[in-house]
């Protein structure tokens, strides 16, 4: 019944953890992001909000570099917490904005994501990562 309870990380089992829903909730992300790469190279007019007044262009850009850029560096444990910040101020801006109108369901996905990379800005990368590899240096 003991071990049942046990909140207790023995060994490396909660940096594995770590690392593992690092990798996943990026790649989850980076398949929102491999799409808007796609339609930003492919010439097609590009219709997007523009919440900011930064323009569409601009701001599907900085959607993409968030959902693209920002993911894989979140996967290899690369300037983890500087990576987030885009990424939680995009899906911000996906709830706030783009999903306005619509249902809870809706704005769920936004949410999920920017709930998970707040997580790892404030946790970091872990021990597996490059951000553990240069901090030792």
């Not at 980076?30 to 569409?56: A, C, M, R, W």
């Not at 850009?61 to 885009?86: D, H, K, N, Q, Y």
């Amino acid at each position: 019944m003991k071990r049942t309870f046990n909140t207790d990380l023995p060994g490396n089992y909660g940096h594995l953890a770590l690392l593992l829903f690092r990798i996943l909730v990026a790649c989850l992300l980076l398949t929102h992001g491999i799409p808007k790469l796609t339609k930003l190279f492919s010439g097609d007019e590009i219709q997007f909000i523009n919440p900011y007044g930064l323009g569409v262009t601009t701001s599907f850009v900085l959607a993409t570099f968030a959902e693209f850029v920002c993911s894989i560096l979140v996967i290899l444990g690369l300037a983890t917490r500087l990576a987030t910040i885009p990424i939680i101020i995009t899906m911000a801006t996906a709830i706030i904005f783009a999903h306005a109108n619509d249902p809870f369901g809706v704005k769920e996905k936004p949410l999920l994501f920017l709930v998970c990379f707040a997580f790892l800005l404030v946790i970091g990368a872990g021990k597996y990562s490059i951000d553990n590899s240069l901090r030792r240096r």
